[in-house]
């Protein structure tokens, strides 16, 4: 019954394909790839970047196909490639960099993008009062001024030393970068509600060489523009693709179905026995590495967020056990069958990241890949709980519980909770998960602090040094619970006085310049007091395998063909369909 079932659902998602009247248009199949997006959009026409309700759009080919990036950070080679940036340079006290802009490149509707746009988009971030525009806290914490010496020259003043300027706004160090958008469409517009969508004026509009055709909640079709600046002006040539497709899939059964059936090109991250599952029936598909473990390491770790303001998880004690009673090495096996590995810290463990990790290890501060339940259950023991006849913590009779948001958006998550709740049961925990669609979990639970326990990668952000994940538990992020928490950092509410001294620390590494030899010793000195408080709990290192389809299309990205990383959800994801070539 399960498999007619699957099988129906199928069918009637390809019969609404092939009716469409988008995809009636004659493009051949060979001509188009089709990517997996793993989540539904609630509003498909909101095309605003800044503002919850259009993020979770930005990755449905938007900030992939449209929206172009200034720089992109190449997780290969570690240089910052040039894209409509040719260069950003600091001054010596790296208070004031100069942007260069690109000649030639124009918006789609044929105006040109030049400096103006990036002053303009700044100064909207800068003047936003409510601070819950993306990126607008940042630049209000970074930038003191932003002016322009010709049309394509830029000047941005900040308020202090800020050696990561460029790589941590506009170079995708991960997933996203900030995005600049054109003057003339945009100004006099009320940021906090434009959705930057109108089918009779052509918008949403980009600086790429695709352009939407339709945008649906489970699929969006974009088309190539052949008058795209960067072919014009001998940037690099069209894309081969004359259309690119994302479509929602939301289940792992789907999405083996149709890769192995070439109904799409790429898929996202699948379980191991799904891939083996896909190659049995698909000889065309590639991965990352081709042997075990497959995987890429995506930069973003795993782990929990505790919301320190509500009992009894506001006693350092209780999380710390919490973080205890958690087998790492059991959501390896089980969760991602051995195609990961535990954290130790809340980096991400890159070769570049190494010396910190270290510094962090050899402090004494590593989470360990096993439980220890009985110094977990201890610390429990020690506030006043007690084991009663159902092997469940009680006090004044209320039973010890713990609800856990998680993201439905991918089985990963929910995979991994799945196992974190009965790790916790078994340890006398009444714990349940609280699964929420993705734009809940982005756009009001997580960052509003709507939760007890929330599982995600909040942390992420740091890929060659520590300041950038490190400064999300900062003091200075700190909102009532219910406001969204700027950035979505430190949405736990962490705030004692060990997070004001943790805060001064982190000052100091962000003021040092990268490479700098005092910062391992600094990163130790600040961890100390996550460990002792335990804001967040590392679980594991985040594996994407992720599935290419050769069929029709070649040139993917793998460690093999590592012209950069294979997230092609993410902003860089233009190097990627820029390789794609026709299969011969």
């Not at 002053?119 to 993306?134: E, K, P, Q, Y």
């Not at 600049?180 to 969508?197: C, N, R, S």
């Not at 009779?397 to 196992?419: K, M, Q």
Request: aromatic fraction near 10%.
């Amino acid at each position: 019954m399960r498999r007619r079932a699957l099988l129906l659902s199928l069918a009637l998602a390809f019969l609404a394909l092939q009716m469409s009247p988008v995809l009636s248009q004659e493009v051949a199949r060979e001509d188009t790839v089709i990517f997996d997006f793993d989540r539904t959009v609630a509003d498909p026409t909101n095309f605003n970047p800044f503002t919850p309700a259009g993020t979770t759009n930005r990755g449905s080919g938007a900030h992939q196909a449209m929206w172009e990036p200034l720089f992109i950070l190449n997780y290969t080679t570690g240089q910052i490639d040039p894209w409509l940036g040719l260069s950003f340079e600091p001054n010596e006290t790296q208070d004031v960099w100069t942007l260069k802009l690109r000649d030639g490149v124009k918006w789609s509707d044929g105006e040109a993008f030049n400096a103006d746009d990036v002053v303009f988009t700044i100064n909207m971030l800068l003047n936003d009062s409510t601070r819950t525009l993306a990126n607008a806290a940042d630049m209000q914490r970074h930038v003191k001024s932003v002016s322009k010496t010709d049309d394509l020259t830029v000047v941005f003043e900040l308020n202090g030393p800020n050696p990561r300027f460029q790589v941590d706004y506009f170079s995708v160090r991960i997933v996203n970068s900030l995005l600049i958008m054109p003057e003339h469409v945009w100004a006099g517009q009320d940021p906090l509600t434009f959705t930057f969508y109108d089918t009779e004026r052509g918008w949403p509009i980009g600086t790429g060489p695709y352009t939407l055709t339709s945008s649906e909640t489970n699929r969006f079709v974009w088309d190539r523009n052949d008058a795209w600046w960067g072919a014009a002006t001998g940037f690099m040539d069209l894309p081969e693709p004359l259309r690119l497709i994302w479509l929602s899939i939301t289940n792992e059964e789907t999405r083996v179905q149709l890769i192995s059936n070439n109904e799409i090109d790429a898929a996202n991250s699948v379980s191991l026995a799904a891939f083996e599952a896909i190659k049995a029936r698909n000889p065309s598909v590639i991965t990352w590495q081709d042997e075990l473990p497959y995987a890429w390491a995506d930069p973003c770790p795993r782990q929990l967020d505790i919301n320190t303001t509500v009992k009894p998880w506001d006693n350092a004690n209780m999380r710390r056990a919490l973080s205890l009673l958690i087998d790492r090495s059991e959501i390896v096996d089980i969760a991602y069958e051995g195609t990961t590995s535990a954290s130790v810290s809340m980096f991400v463990q890159y070769g570049s990241m190494q010396p910190f990790i270290d510094a962090v290890v050899e402090a004494g501060y590593a989470v360990p890949a096993t439980a220890d339940v009985a110094a977990g259950q201890a610390l429990i023991e020690a506030e006043g709980w007690k084991l009663n006849n159902d092997g469940l913590y009680e006090k004044d009779g209320e039973v010890l519980s713990v609800e856990i948001l998680v993201n439905n958006a991918s089985t990963e998550y929910t995979r991994t909770i799945d196992v974190v709740v009965e790790q916790l049961r078994a340890a006398g925990i009444e714990a349940v998960a609280r699964p929420v669609d993705n734009s809940t979990y982005w756009g009001s639970a997580a960052p509003s602090g709507d939760y007890e326990v929330a599982y995600g990668w909040l942390s992420c952000a740091s890929v060659n040094e520590p300041w950038a994940s490190m400064n999300r538990y900062t003091a200075q992020f700190i909102t009532p619970i219910g406001q969204n928490a700027p950035g979505n950092n430190n949405t736990g509410r962490w705030n004692t006085e060990a997070t004001a001294a943790y805060s001064e620390i982190v000052a100091q590494i962000g003021a040092l310049p990268l490479g700098d030899p005092r910062v391992p010793d600094l990163v130790a000195e600040a961890y100390s007091y996550i460990h002792a408080e335990t804001p967040f709990i590392p679980l594991v290192q985040a594996s994407k395998l992720l599935v290419f389809n050769t069929t029709y299309w070649t040139g993917w990205p793998t460690a093999e063909n590592s012209y950069n990383h294979p997230a092609f959800w993410w902003n860089s994801a233009h190097q990627i369909i820029h390789n794609l070539t026709r299969a011969k």
